[in-house]
């Protein structure tokens, strides 16, 4: 009893010691001045125009002002970090490109009846809030690449609890899952070009720019800004839609290497050693 009281008695005396020796030097000023609780001018108009129906030149028409700077005000900077994600993705099946798409050796039957039924539920309840979040991120919180990854906790959860197995008789086969990723890219890098597209064939009065969202002063071109009476973001939503199923397909497709069973996966590095 007295050695758990001396315990206790030496861990409050380290908190408070490690508290106040961290107090101090912030009280003093050590980190600086603390940052003014004043927006900058830049937040300011960010905020004034992701979604401003009053003043609808530089508007997004999306009340999520992160997702509107993220597709909207720098669009091209979020191209380039997609490209970079979706470059180790294909690095890292171009590892694996002699097995990819072959069934596994191994055959296993999973968990128990109890917990793979229980699992299916969740796996619905997960996949729900995944596209959610993809579906209403020019809304709240979220978008494409946060709801594509909540819905590709999916893809871990069916080949711990159903087995590798479930891959090979599932219909989101290796080249399906390929395919699917493939076409949100493009649907991507169409949404993208769509508003200069009349500029390409010819029509030289039609000024527009890429990655275009919402009407401006040189032209008319604008995506649809309401749907019945949810505001869409214009190209925002159609971005997150495309980036969800992307970023489902492209880490489903990474899982799926990585459970491979180590006597299949053995075929990649067989004769590493020696350069081939």
Same mark, same amino acid.
């Given at each position: 009893?007295?050695?758990?009281?001396?315990?206790?008695?030496?861990?409050?005396?380290?908190?408070?010691?490690?508290?106040?020796?961290? =107090?101090?030097?912030?009280?003093?000023?050590?980190?600086?001045?603390?940052? @003014?609780?004043?927006?900058?001018?830049?937040? $300011?108009?960010?905020?004034?125009?992701?979604?401003?129906?009053?003043?609808?030149?530089?508007?997004? #028409?999306? @009340?999520?002002? *992160?997702?509107?700077? &993220?597709?909207?005000?720098?669009? +091209?900077?979020?191209?380039?970090?997609? *490209?970079?994600?979706? %470059?180790?993705?294909?690095?890292?099946?171009?590892?694996?490109?002699? $097995?990819?798409?072959?069934?596994?050796?191994?055959?296993?039957?999973?968990? #128990?009846?109890?917990v793979q039924r =229980?699992?299916? &539920? #969740?796996? &619905?309840?997960?996949?729900?809030v995944g596209f959610?979040? /993809?579906?209403?991120?020019?809304?709240?919180?979220?978008?494409?690449?946060?709801?594509?990854?909540?819905?590709?906790?999916?893809?871990?959860?069916?080949?711990?609890?159903?087995?590798?197995?479930?891959?090979?008789?599932?219909?989101?086969?290796?080249?399906?899952?390929? +395919?699917?990723?493939?076409?949100?890219?493009?649907?991507?890098? +169409?949404?993208?070009?769509?508003?200069?597209?009349?500029?390409?064939?010819?029509?030289?009065?039609? +000024? %527009?720019? /890429?990655?275009?969202?919402?009407?401006?002063?040189?032209?008319?071109?604008?995506?649809?800004? /309401?749907? &019945?009476?949810?505001?869409m973001g214009g190209?925002?939503?159609?971005?997150?839609?495309?980036?969800?199923?992307?970023?489902?397909? =492209?880490?489903?497709? =990474?899982?799926?290497?990585?459970?491979?069973?180590?006597?299949?996966?053995?075929?990649?590095?067989?004769?590493?050693?020696?350069?081939?």
């Open positions: 009893m007295k050695g758990t009281r001396a315990r206790d008695i030496i861990f409050i005396t380290l908190i408070i010691f490690a508290i106040t020796i961290l =107090a101090i030097p912030t009280l003093l000023g050590a980190l600086s001045s603390i940052p @003014p609780i004043d927006l900058r001018t830049i937040a $300011i108009n960010y905020l004034n125009n992701t979604y401003n129906p009053f003043n609808q030149t530089l508007w997004t #028409s999306s @009340p999520e002002a *992160v997702a509107a700077i &993220v597709w909207d005000y720098r669009g +091209l900077d979020t191209l380039f970090e997609t *490209v970079v994600f979706y %470059s180790a993705i294909v690095a890292a099946l171009a590892l694996y490109r002699e $097995i990819l798409g072959e069934k596994d050796i191994l055959k296993g039957k999973g968990l #128990s009846v109890i =229980a699992t299916a &539920v #969740s796996m &619905v309840g997960i996949l729900v959610a979040t /993809i579906l209403h991120g020019q809304l709240t919180p979220g978008g494409g690449f946060q709801g594509g990854a909540i819905a590709a906790v999916t893809s871990v959860i069916a080949i711990v609890v159903f087995s590798r197995l479930i891959i090979d008789k599932s219909r989101l086969s290796y080249k399906r899952l390929l +395919l699917i990723r493939n076409a949100a890219l493009v649907g991507i890098a +169409l949404i993208a070009i769509i508003p200069i597209i009349p500029f390409m064939f010819g029509d030289h009065t039609f +000024l %527009s720019f /890429i990655f275009q969202n919402q009407v401006k002063a040189v032209n008319s071109f604008s995506y649809p800004q /309401i749907i &019945v009476d949810v505001p190209s925002i939503w159609f971005y997150n839609l495309f980036e969800g199923l992307a970023v489902i397909t =492209a880490f489903s497709l =990474a899982i799926i290497v990585v459970f491979y069973s180590e006597e299949l996966s053995r075929k990649t590095i067989e004769g590493g050693e020696i350069g081939f």
